[in-house]
């Protein structure tokens, strides 16, 4: 009995020492917390950027002109082809001369006539000076005279100015290009009755636009425009040249960089009340006529001088409802928040305009690893790193 009692009591303290032994192995696992989250981590990087604005145009032609006759008549003959360039002074249209070549020799013929009428009218006249007023000749008869030569010499003039008129009409019948530039379609077929003249209804023949250089007209909102003029002040410019001294830069809809440069040319004298814009224009090299009138594009202008800025990748960028932040970590390696403010990307890097000082260290890789407070397991980002991952926007 005390045999069996001795060994039942043995039994029982090899099992709460074997109880004792599994809490205690199970308090050390939940004792071991897991290490910090290991985070990419890196200086912000210094440059000089511009701060540029950026806006949404449309090419014009430098000249526009729209090939209309300045005489009526029948079209006999086109000298282009349809879209191509044309310089200053080549043939595009002829109007049947026959017309005019008729009217110029007659008024030519009219000239000859008011000639001899004249000499005819001053030879009598000199005769009758030489005679004795009141007895061969009255003096109603010397005046008379007179008359007939002022007025021959009249006609003569009004031969000469129809006679430059005819003239000039028959010049009138070749329409010759008054600009370089490329010419549309014909918009008469040859055999039509031309409606000419300067004014009425005349008809309209093709059009011509300038190439090189072409202009580039976008609108900008009042606050912009009190930047440009801020700049240009500082820069030693008056009020007078309101930004004009700005330099632009342009890109097409399907190039990825601003590659065309330019200037800004013009702005316009007042600010529309109902959009609260004013109108400017850049003037843009066209040597390859590329840049085509009425083509969308989009213009960049420096809102700034050149400034040093603080970058950092766009994947270090963090979103609060509608505030942006980075964690940075201190010196005992623990994540904090700073709250900054976002500029324009720059070769593929953010600029921070505010809320970030050079020498904080910035979590730019393993954002979503970290908490606010907690620690974590820096790791140095490589210096080639942020370059091969930037992509290059604007």
Do not use: W
Not at 114 to 123: D, E, H, V, Y
Not at 300 to 316: F, G, N, S, Y
């Amino acid at each position: 009995m005390t045999h069996r009692f001795a060994t039942a009591a043995a039994s029982v303290l090899l099992l709460l020492a074997g109880l004792a032994g599994c809490s205690e192995q199970k308090s050390g696992t939940q004792a071991a917390a897991p290490p910090p989250p290991q985070v990419t981590v890196s200086k912000p990087t210094k440059k000089v950027v511009t701060d540029y604005d950026e806006y949404v145009g449309r090419f014009v032609a430098y000249d526009y002109v729209e090939v209309r006759a300045r005489v009526s008549g029948y079209l006999d003959k086109i000298h282009f082809t349809d879209g191509q360039m044309v310089k200053v002074g080549d043939p595009l249209f002829t109007i049947d001369r026959r017309p005019f070549q008729a009217v110029l020799d007659q008024a030519k013929a009219t000239i000859e006539q008011g000639k001899a009428n004249l000499a005819f009218t001053q030879a009598d006249l000199e005769r009758g000076k030489n005679l004795p007023v009141g007895t061969v000749i009255t003096q109603q008869t010397l005046d008379q005279r007179v008359q007939a030569e002022r007025v021959a010499q009249a006609n003569l003039t009004a031969a000469e100015a129809s006679t430059r008129q005819a003239d000039l009409d028959l010049q009138f019948t070749e329409l010759t290009a008054p600009i370089a530039g490329r010419i549309g379609d014909r918009r008469v077929s040859i055999g039509n009755l031309v409606t000419g003249g300067t004014s009425g209804s005349t008809t309209l023949l093709a059009t011509i636009v300038s190439v090189d250089p072409i202009r580039f007209e976008f609108t900008m909102d009042e606050a912009s425009y009190l930047r440009y003029l801020n700049a240009a002040s500082v820069q030693g410019a008056d009020s007078v040249d309101r930004g004009l001294s700005l330099t632009a830069e342009l890109k097409l809809i399907d190039e990825k960089d601003f590659v065309h440069q330019g200037r800004i040319d013009f702005v316009d004298n007042a600010i529309d009340t109902n959009a609260g814009t004013i109108r400017g224009r850049a003037i843009f090299k066209n040597a390859d006529g590329r840049l085509t009138p009425g083509m969308f594009g989009r213009i960049r202008l420096a809102a700034h001088k050149p400034a040093e800025a603080l970058l950092v990748p766009d994947t270090a960028i963090g979103t609060e409802q509608v505030r942006k932040f980075v964690y940075t970590i201190s010196k005992d390696n623990v994540a904090a928040p700073k709250y900054v403010t976002l500029g324009p990307v720059v070769d593929g890097l953010r600029v921070i305009t505010a809320g970030l000082s050079p020498d904080d260290t910035v979590v730019v890789d393993g954002l979503m690893r970290v908490r606010p407070g907690a620690k974590v397991t820096p790791q140095q980002l490589e210096a080639s790193n942020p370059k091969d991952q930037a992509v290059r926007t604007n």
